[in-house]
């Protein structure tokens, strides 16, 4: 019977009926469905789900695109490879007839689909995180989408108007001078905020590029008067700042960084090595790689976290220098390449990558995360807008090194850059269509994506399993806007539906308005970038030209410069009704100044600026980096910028943000950590320590939440004091163990302790039990660390061994 052939075994179910208490306000209630759908489990759907239930996909299921001609429009085909079960357990009914196989769609492929084939003349849907998702056949087992690819280029559909030329060219002259940090240059550090500060020198030439064409390659006739009023950078400082940028990105591929690339065959990627940075070095080297043994250095990069962020903007770096030197880009083309095929390989023959690394390819946008994912959530991405941009950048220089590579008549190089242009512009496409439905929330739309129970306007990080409105490094509304609205290049035009962006910036403008930090860490560049999306430009002009030059080098701002802001807000669409805005104010001096806090109550460098680097801040501790941890107590804990750092450095993560701890020696740094414990929640009172507030396990330090949504929560560490945490709290650590009325009570209770004596001095230390409640504690057996009101019962076999905790524990 062995040398028999082995059949497969099928088993395939179908949730039928997907309201069963009738509490789920999704499922039961069915807010998002389809407007011409039905609930599944009414009428027809069993029978449908019966009479296609012996066809499934199969394991040759494919999926494929072909770009046409003009690379304006892509077909995305899934082929389910149908396969037929040789025996049904459940056959046809009478009268049915099987048409093929039915796959659930999600609300982007309903857009994509020239014919929507419904099973039946009904449609059904049933509701999906991400809106209904409804039932299609497919034709011949296959779906064929549509796609419309965008429109790739550096520039804007439109070119600067003459009103800004004048204010361009004065900010161009000073950012023209921009270089990256040393350290950068030297290839030494993360490739996130290297890669972004790349990206933004590329745009700051491409912008001098534009303003040169317009204002010195025009006739006199022809040429704009205020090109009169505005003296652009001279020759050398353009070739001084195209040194500059080629030097800064050849730096990272050609094998001489302080923070190498590496191949890992395991995965099949390039992945940064990870610097150890201390005093503006690296203090490792190749082949020690504290990256691959680290998830939290470097952003996790690798381990798979973000790639398509951190490479994107490498890549746009790339694609410049090549556009303005063209023999540089076909000189390091296999190099740049390398990081391409990293996040973009269009191609399963490639045996070194994976196809397109991130790309959901179903759902449409990317995954940020990588192989280390373990929050029970699923898998995430939190910035659409930096994934689009990044797919933008592979197509961007895939279209300079085809007209490289054309030059001299290279025709398989031409070939291939060509092939890395219509990638780019396909998973842009996907990704900047993806990011329109389901991370920009739209009240007013025939197919609901989220509940209304969901208000916000945007997604700040879309999960498997969950969208959620804030960010990974922050919770303030304008933050988990702004991520989905940078960086701000050409493509931003496509990606800012005006109907959206009038409904999403009121709730932006309020948030940022509220809160300087907005300002100073270079948040509201994005509001500005809204404000003229909404059909204000003059007026966000004027009010850029307001910001410090430090919000630029801020962790926020340190992607943007202040000539690729006025270049933004300057090329914008025109706006037939713009926003009526909530002042009457069109000139920036009319409009109230912000908020200023005391310098004591910004971060800047926790009073250690020789090792309180931008490189210890940023580094990532447990999903949140040392500044997001600091920052976090400042703005929600109302900690001094002192206090906070202690807490963080000093206290909490030594190790990894020791650096920006500003006091001296750890006697010094536990004192001050517990005067602001002490100041966040006192000592509790007597009346509390004898109330039912007095129920907590016994840490070494106890606290309990006196009021908010965690009442009468236990911890070992100081309450968060914010509203959707805990309002007050207190200290019971000094409270008496036992209160007269419960000692009373206690020995009121009659009770056999011989199963459980006595706690010794090394069984207290395992203790967590409110021994006022529940005096006894299991020690041994299944329920080992249990507490329990009574001694346990040795003989059901729950407990093998139990003590009774005491006042002395």
Same mark, same amino acid.
């Given at each position: 019977?062995?040398?028999?052939?082995?059949?497969?075994?099928?088993?395939?179910?179908?949730?039928?009926?997907?309201?069963?208490?009738?509490?789920?306000?999704?499922?039961?209630?069915?807010?998002?469905?389809?407007?011409?759908?039905?609930?599944?489990?009414?009428?027809?759907?069993?029978?449908?789900?019966?009479?296609?239930?012996?066809?499934?996909?199969?394991?040759?299921?494919?999926?494929?695109?072909?770009?046409?001609?003009?690379?304006?429009?892509?077909?995305?085909?899934?082929?389910?490879?149908?396969?037929?079960?040789?025996?049904?357990?459940?056959?046809?009914?009478?009268?049915?007839?099987?048409?093929?196989?039915?796959?659930?769609?999600?609300?982007?492929?309903?857009?994509?689909?020239?014919?929507?084939? !419904?099973?039946?003349?009904?449609?059904?849907?049933?509701?999906?995180?991400?809106?209904?998702?409804?039932?299609?056949?497919?034709?011949?087992?296959?779906?064929?989408?549509?796609?419309?690819?965008?429109?790739?280029?550096?520039?804007?559909?439109?070119?600067?108007?003459?009103?800004?030329?004048?204010?361009?060219?004065?900010?161009?002259?000073?950012?023209?001078?921009?270089?990256?940090?040393?350290?950068?240059?030297?290839?030494?550090?993360?490739?996130?905020?290297?890669?972004?500060?790349?990206?933004?020198?590329?745009?700051?030439?491409?912008?001098?590029?534009?303003?040169?064409?317009?204002?010195?390659?025009?006739?006199?006739?022809?040429?704009?008067?205020?090109?009169?009023?505005?003296?652009?950078?001279?020759?050398?400082?353009?070739?001084?700042?195209?040194?500059?940028?080629?030097?800064?990105?050849?730096?990272?591929?050609?094998?001489?960084?302080?923070?190498?690339?590496?191949?890992?065959?395991?995965?099949?990627?390039?992945?940064?090595?990870?610097?150890?940075?201390?005093?503006?070095?690296?203090?490792?080297?190749?082949?020690?790689?504290?990256?691959?043994?680290?998830?939290?250095?470097?952003?996790?990069?690798?381990?798979?976290?973000?790639?398509?962020?951190?490479?994107?903007?490498?890549?746009?770096?790339?694609?410049?220098?090549?556009?303005?030197?063209?023999?540089?880009?076909?000189?390091?083309?296999?190099?740049?390449?390398?990081?391409?095929?990293?996040?973009?390989?269009?191609?399963?023959?490639?045996?070194?990558?994976?196809?397109?690394?991130?790309?959901?390819?179903?759902?449409?946008?990317?995954?940020?995360?990588?192989?280390?994912?373990?929050?029970?959530?699923?898998?995430?991405?939190?910035?659409?807008?930096?994934?689009?941009?990044?797919?933008?950048?592979?197509?961007?220089?895939?279209?300079?090194?085809?007209?490289?590579?054309?030059?001299?008549?290279?025709?398989?190089?031409?070939?291939?850059?060509?092939?890395?242009?219509?990638?780019?512009?396909?998973?842009?496409?996907?990704?900047?269509?993806?990011?329109?439905?389901?991370?920009?929330?739209?009240?007013?739309?025939?197919?609901?994506?989220?509940?209304?129970?969901?208000?916000?306007?945007?997604?700040?990080?879309?999960?498997?399993?969950?969208?959620?409105?804030?960010?990974?490094?922050?919770?303030?509304?304008?933050?988990?806007?702004?991520?989905?609205?940078?960086?701000?290049?050409?493509?931003?035009?496509?990606?800012?539906?005006?109907?959206?962006?009038?409904?999403?910036?009121?709730?932006?403008?309020?948030?940022?308005?509220?809160?300087?930090?907005?300002?100073?860490?270079?948040? =509201?560049?994005?509001?500005?970038?809204?404000?003229?999306?909404?059909?204000?430009?003059?007026?966000?002009?004027?009010?850029?030209?307001?910001?410090?030059?430090?919000?630029?080098?801020?962790?926020?701002?340190?992607?943007?410069?202040?000539?690729?802001?006025?270049?933004?807000?300057?090329?914008?669409?025109?706006?037939?009704?713009?926003?009526?805005?909530?002042?009457?104010?069109?000139?920036?001096?009319?409009?109230?100044?912000?908020?200023?806090?005391?310098?004591?109550?910004?971060?800047?460098?926790?009073?250690?600026?020789?090792?309180?680097?931008?490189?210890?801040?940023?580094?990532?501790?447990?999903?949140?980096?040392?500044?997001?941890?600091?920052?976090?107590?400042?703005?929600?804990?109302?900690?001094?910028?002192?206090?906070?750092?202690?807490?963080?450095?000093?206290?909490?993560?030594?190790?990894?943000?020791?650096?920006? #701890?500003?006091?001296?020696?750890?006697?010094?740094?536990?004192?001050?950590?517990?005067?602001?414990?002490?100041?966040?929640?006192?000592?509790?009172?007597?009346?509390?320590?004898?109330?039912?507030?007095?129920?907590?396990?016994?840490?070494?330090?106890?606290?309990?939440?006196?009021?908010?949504? #965690?009442?009468?929560?236990? !911890?070992?560490?100081?309450?968060?004091?914010?509203?959707?945490?805990?309002?007050?709290?207190?200290?019971?650590?000094?409270?008496?163990?036992?209160?007269?009325?419960?000692?009373?009570?206690?020995?009121?209770?009659?009770?056999?302790?011989?199963?459980?004596?006595?706690?010794?001095?090394?069984?207290?230390?395992?203790?967590?039990?409110?021994?006022?409640?529940?005096?006894?504690?299991?020690?041994?057996?299944?329920?080992?660390?249990?507490?329990?009101?009574?001694?346990?019962?040795?003989?059901?076999?729950?407990?093998?061994?139990?003590?009774?905790?005491? =006042?002395?524990?």
């Amino acid at each position: 019977r062995l040398a028999e052939e082995v059949k497969p075994f099928f088993f395939r179910t179908a949730l039928l009926k997907p309201c069963t208490s009738g509490g789920n306000p999704v499922y039961c209630h069915q807010e998002q469905l389809h407007p011409t759908a039905l609930i599944p489990g009414q009428g027809e759907y069993g029978k449908l789900l019966r009479s296609h239930a012996h066809l499934y996909p199969g394991s040759k299921a494919t999926v494929s695109y072909m770009v046409d001609v003009n690379e304006t429009n892509a077909a995305l085909i899934f082929d389910w490879d149908v396969q037929a079960m040789s025996a049904p357990l459940y056959p046809p009914l009478p009268n049915e007839t099987v048409k093929d196989i039915i796959v659930y769609a999600l609300p982007h492929h309903l857009d994509m689909m020239p014919t929507v084939r !419904s099973p039946s003349d009904d449609l059904y849907c049933a509701a999906s995180l991400i809106g209904p998702s409804c039932l299609i056949e497919g034709s011949k087992g296959q779906w064929r989408l549509v796609e419309e690819l965008p429109k790739i280029s550096f520039r804007a559909d439109t070119n600067p108007p003459d009103w800004s030329i004048p204010a361009i060219a004065q900010s161009l002259q000073t950012d023209i001078k921009y270089r990256l940090p040393n350290f950068f240059q030297r290839g030494a550090g993360d490739t996130y905020f290297s890669g972004k500060m790349i990206a933004k020198a590329g745009r700051i030439l491409l912008i001098w590029e534009e303003l040169h064409n317009i204002c010195k390659g025009s006739t006199l006739e022809t040429t704009p008067v205020q090109c009169l009023n505005a003296t652009l950078p001279s020759k050398h400082d353009i070739s001084n700042a195209i040194e500059s940028l080629r030097s800064s990105v050849e730096i990272w591929i050609n094998g001489h960084a302080e923070t190498p690339f590496v191949y890992d065959a395991a995965w099949g990627g390039v992945a940064s090595c990870g610097c150890l940075f201390d005093d503006g070095k690296c203090t490792n080297k190749f082949p020690d790689c504290p990256a691959f043994s680290n998830p939290g250095l470097n952003f996790g990069n690798a381990w798979y976290n973000d790639m398509h962020f951190h490479y994107g903007y490498h890549i746009f770096g790339a694609a410049v220098v090549s556009h303005f030197d063209p023999q540089w880009g076909r000189d390091f083309f296999e190099k740049v390449l390398l990081l391409v095929r990293n996040i973009a390989n269009p191609s399963e023959d490639d045996s070194f990558f994976p196809v397109m690394r991130h790309k959901d390819v179903y759902q449409g946008h990317s995954w940020a995360s990588g192989i280390a994912t373990w929050v029970l959530n699923g898998r995430n991405q939190e910035s659409s807008s930096e994934s689009l941009a990044a797919y933008e950048s592979v197509a961007l220089y895939g279209k300079v090194m085809a007209k490289a590579f054309l030059e001299l008549g290279s025709r398989e190089e031409f070939s291939r850059a060509v092939e890395v242009r219509r990638v780019g512009k396909l998973m842009a496409a996907s990704e900047l269509r993806s990011a329109k439905k389901y991370y920009h929330v739209k009240r007013e739309e025939e197919i609901k994506i989220y509940p209304s129970a969901y208000s916000p306007h945007v997604v700040g990080i879309m999960w498997q399993t969950m969208a959620q409105f804030q960010t990974w490094f922050g919770n303030a509304p304008y933050l988990a806007t702004g991520i989905q609205l940078l960086p701000l290049t050409p493509i931003a035009g496509q990606r800012d539906e005006i109907k959206w962006a009038k409904e999403m910036y009121p709730s932006l403008e309020d948030s940022c308005n509220a809160d300087a930090i907005c300002e100073e860490q270079g948040w =509201s560049i994005l509001q500005l970038g809204a404000l003229a999306t909404v059909g204000h430009p003059k007026l966000a002009l004027s009010r850029a030209k307001l910001l410090p030059p430090d919000v630029f080098e801020s962790a926020g701002g340190n992607g943007h410069s202040m000539t690729n802001t006025l270049w933004y807000v300057a090329t914008r669409e025109t706006v037939d009704n713009p926003l009526p805005l909530k002042d009457d104010s069109t000139v920036p001096e009319k409009v109230v100044p912000r908020k200023k806090f005391p310098k004591e109550d910004l971060l800047s460098d926790c009073y250690r600026p020789e090792t309180c680097t931008d490189y210890v801040l940023d580094t990532i501790v447990d999903l949140y980096s040392c500044r997001q941890r600091i920052n976090f107590l400042i703005q929600n804990m109302h900690m001094s910028q002192k206090e906070a750092c202690v807490q963080v450095a000093g206290v909490e993560f030594p190790t990894e943000c020791g650096k920006c #701890n500003p006091l001296a020696n750890y006697e010094e740094t536990i004192k001050a950590a517990k005067e602001a414990a002490a100041r966040q929640c006192p000592p509790c009172s007597e009346k509390q320590c004898h109330s039912d507030l007095n129920r907590c396990p016994s840490y070494e330090n106890t606290f309990v939440c006196t009021a908010g949504p #965690n009442h009468n929560g236990c !911890s070992d560490s100081p309450w968060d004091i914010v509203p959707w945490i805990c309002a007050e709290c207190c200290e019971l650590t000094n409270c008496p163990k036992v209160s007269p009325l419960e000692k009373t009570t206690m020995q009121s209770i009659d009770v056999s302790d011989d199963n459980c004596p006595k706690c010794t001095k090394e069984q207290c230390k395992s203790n967590l039990c409110p021994m006022q409640v529940a005096p006894y504690l299991c020690i041994e057996g299944d329920s080992t660390g249990g507490c329990s009101t009574r001694p346990w019962s040795i003989l059901n076999g729950q407990c093998q061994e139990c003590c009774k905790v005491h =006042s002395d524990c």
